[in-house]
């Protein structure tokens, strides 16, 4: 299962997150300590910045390599200043192509998003449920076979359909959907899930039939942290099964627990 960090907060280097902490994604690709299959994160990484001075979309950086092993890496996360980022690093599920169209983060519009978990099975079970429900212009937004870019298909297609409401509420009705598309399909589903525009960060901690990765949440001053495992030490917090959490730069979290 991959790993993923969010960041938002005051402008910092790309180093500073991905690099230099004793528990970076680095490290957490080859000594995860809390992945609940597989051992390694070597099936390529990406990361999504935003630079609102430029354009309001993000600019993403992909690679199918081991994280450790890219040798653009160093220059990159030296040179890249953002107060918004989402990385992860890839445990790809076995059978599914190790190419950039399956690399995330995936974009639209402003939008960024990161996917840990896992659907079993998906092309038997989830695959034809879920395309059926995507409309034009969503449907076309797939461009690889995982079960991530479906999901994140799926949420655009919410988001644009009620656009004046809240993430938040669009991520909680996706995934009261999800759970019901697994329950009738008899699979196991797993999603913690990171969105970002840019100025907010809306993750969860989710699954259907088996139990969520882990996922956690630290405000340090003014900068806001989710990692599937803590970067560095401090008073971080684990998301709930069912959590939703909202982070606005101005205030505190804002937490939603699903009912079950």
């Not at 500073?16 to 099936?43: F, K, W």
């Not at 790809?92 to 190790?98: I, N, R």
């Not at 656009?163 to 009705?173: D, E, H, R, V, Y």
């Amino acid at each position: 299962m991959c790993r993923l960090l969010a960041y938002l907060g005051s402008p910092v280097s790309l180093q500073s997150l991905l690099c230099q902490p004793p528990h970076s994604l680095i490290v957490q690709s080859y000594q995860p300590r809390e992945m609940t299959a597989g051992r390694l994160n070597a099936d390529g990484y990406g990361f999504s910045w935003y630079d609102r001075h430029q354009r309001n979309q993000p600019f993403t950086y992909k690679s199918i390599l081991p994280i450790w092993s890219d040798i653009n890496l160093p220059s990159l996360s030296d040179y890249i200043h953002s107060d918004c980022i989402l990385a992860y690093v890839r445990s790809a599920t076995p059978g599914q192509a190790l190419d950039l169209s399956n690399s995330q983060p995936f974009n639209y519009h402003n939008w960024s998003f990161i996917h840990n978990g896992a659907i079993p099975q998906f092309r038997q079970r989830l695959y034809r449920p879920l395309r059926d429900r995507l409309r034009s212009p969503y449907y076309e937004l797939i461009n690889g076979t995982t079960d991530s870019e479906h999901l994140f298909a799926y949420l655009m297609q919410l988001q644009d359909s009620h656009p004046q409401q809240p993430l938040s509420q669009t991520l909680k009705t996706a995934l009261e959907d999800f759970q019901e598309l697994a329950i009738a399909h008899n699979s196991q589903l797993s999603a913690n899930l990171i969105l970002s525009d840019g100025q907010h960060l809306i993750a969860c901690r989710f699954a259907v039939n088996t139990t969520p990765p882990s996922l956690y949440y630290l405000q340090q001053d003014d900068s806001h942290l989710i990692a599937s495992e803590p970067i560095f030490p401090g008073n971080w917090q684990a998301f709930a099964p069912g959590s939703i959490v909202k982070v606005n730069p101005t205030q505190g979290p804002q937490w939603t627990v699903l009912t079950p």
